[in-house]
């Protein structure tokens, strides 16, 4: 069955400092992977996504995510982070077959002044 | 002009009562889907919805009902509120039945507490 693990619950970063957020997954295709975001009291906004090609996605706000097929992972990264990115992130796999997103558990970040 | 929205925002009620929860979409979207997400901010499909056809049915208690007039628009009806249905739902769109491949424009939620 399809799953996602973010191991990391809490995540506190210093201001200007880079990010990696971690996500790994279990599908048995090849897989659509997603980075949402959510800050407080708002809905989930998507961050980017991979389905195929480039294994290096850019998304918005500066972050990227690599795909690495030999780890099942899909790592979040952004060069230096602002405050405004304290949040919740969450990683995501897509099923082509169920059209379902299956969610990780999510990672709260918290940035440090 | 709001993608998804979702009314109301926030929703206290007591136990035994029923509540519904509207969602309207303007992309254009087939396909829209409820989720839910616990105090521990686990996310988890409750249904989906595509042109009006229910696709997606979890395991979710009866006493949870969407309905979906149009393409557009799918509703939440929750009747005999029970505390642990206290939680976020929200609602979501996709271009297509396929949603998965494609990922979902989300609603800003709606908190339901139940007392």
């Known amino acids: 069955a399809q799953s996602v693990t973010q191991p990391d619950i809490h995540i506190t970063v210093s201001e200007g400092a880079s990010l990696e957020l971690r996500c790994n997954y279990s599908y048995g295709a090849t897989p659509y992977l997603f980075w949402y975001v959510q800050s407080p009291g708002q809905g989930l906004q998507l961050l980017l996504k991979y389905f195929s090609g480039d294994t290096l996605v850019q998304g918005i706000k500066g972050f990227e995510a690599e795909f690495k097929r030999s780890q099942s992972s899909f790592n979040l990264r952004k060069p230096s982070v602002h405050w405004s990115d304290a949040a919740e992130y969450f990683c995501a796999v897509g099923s082509s077959n169920t059209g379902k997103l299956i969610f990780g558990q999510g990672t709260t970040l918290q940035v440090k002044p | 002009d709001t993608a998804v929205s979702q009314t109301p925002k926030y929703l206290v009620t007591q136990m035994g009562n029923d509540k519904s929860i509207k969602c309207e979409q303007n992309l254009g979207h087939d396909t829209m889907y409820w989720y839910k997400q616990d105090s521990k901010k686990f996310l988890k499909i409750m249904f989906s919805y595509n042109n009006k056809e229910l696709i997606i049915n979890e395991t979710v208690p009866n006493r949870f009902s969407p309905k979906s007039p149009d393409k557009a628009h799918l509703n939440l009806h929750i009747n005999s509120l029970e505390l642990g249905d206290s939680a976020v739902y929200f609602c979501?769109?996709?271009?297509?039945?396929?949603?998965?491949?494609?990922?979902?424009?989300f609603g800003s939620g709606t908190r339901l507490t139940v007392v």
């Open positions: 979501a769109s996709s271009p297509a039945e396929k949603g998965g491949t494609y990922g979902y424009t």
